[in-house]
């Protein structure tokens, strides 16, 4: 079936580093990708997605490329903010299975000043 | 400014009891969702449904009952059949079932549930 894999955090980075989250997941044909975001005490939010191959899906300085070859949607920033602080989801809809995103196990993103 | 409201933030209940977790949303969106987040499993799908009147179940429906009565509404109840309801729990809407590029899920705020 269908599934996601983050890496695990916390990823602890001193503000103005380099982000990466790695994500990958598992899915028959072509499923749309999602990265959401949820700050301390809220729900989520999205934050970008992409729906086929090759895609950059991009916001907030945020951005994440569609690789089928390797299964990936790693989450980059070139320079985080103290206000990035929060955990991360990746998530897929699979192209058959409407309705139902699957989540990852969401990482924890501390960024110190 | 339309979303989605869950109320309580907290809620506290023995163990026995049945409670139940409001969600409403002015969104007028077709399908609603309820998922339970824990700490290092990330989201879990509880129910869903696709328009007023339907509902379905998710991946962990056991020990849960939902209702969708109303376009707007879609209340939880954790009954106490439920082995281990301690959790933030998380209703979402979308316009539509599918999903579709122009429809992603929108979140409420959570209502964290305890129960002792």
């Known amino acids: 079936g269908n599934s996601v894999t983050q890496m695990e955090g916390p990823v602890t980075l001193s503000e103005e580093a380099f982000l990466t989250i790695n994500c990958t997941y598992t899915?028959?044909?072509?499923?749309?990708l999602f990265w959401y975001v949820q700050y301390p005490g809220e729900g989520l939010q999205l934050l970008l997605k992409?729906?086929?191959?090759?895609d950059k899906g991009s916001n907030k300085g945020f951005e994440a490329t569609y690789r089928k070859e390797t299964t990936s949607f790693h989450l980059e920033k070139g320079s985080v903010q103290v206000s990035d602080s929060a955990v991360y989801f990746c998530?897929?809809?699979?192209?058959?299975?409407?309705?139902?995103?699957?989540f990852g196990q969401g990482t924890t993103l501390q960024v110190k000043p | 400014d339309g979303g989605i409201t869950q109320s309580p933030k907290y809620l506290f209940r023995k163990e026995g009891q049945n409670v139940t977790l409001s969600c409403e949303q002015n969104?007028?969106?077709?399908?609603m969702y309820w998922y339970r987040q824990d700490p290092g499993q990330g989201l879990r799908l509880i129910y869903y449904?696709?328009?007023?009147?339907?509902?379905q179940k998710g991946d962990i429906a056991e020990g849960y009952s939902v209702s969708r009565e109303k376009k707007e509404s879609f209340p939880l109840t954790v009954t106490s059949a439920q082995k281990n309801p301690t959790a933030f729990y998380l209703c979402?809407?979308?316009?539509?079932?599918?999903?579709?590029?122009?429809?992603?899920?929108?979140f409420g705020n959570g209502t964290r549930l305890t129960v002792t």
């Open positions: 979402a809407s979308s316009i539509d079932f599918t999903l579709k590029e122009n429809s992603p899920l929108h």
């Open positions: 899915a028959t044909g072509y499923p749309s």
């Open positions: 992409a729906t086929k191959a090759d």
């Open positions: 998530a897929l809809i699979g192209s058959g299975n409407t309705g139902k995103l699957i």
């Open positions: 969104l007028n969106h077709d399908a």
């Open positions: 449904s696709q328009i007023v009147n339907d509902f």
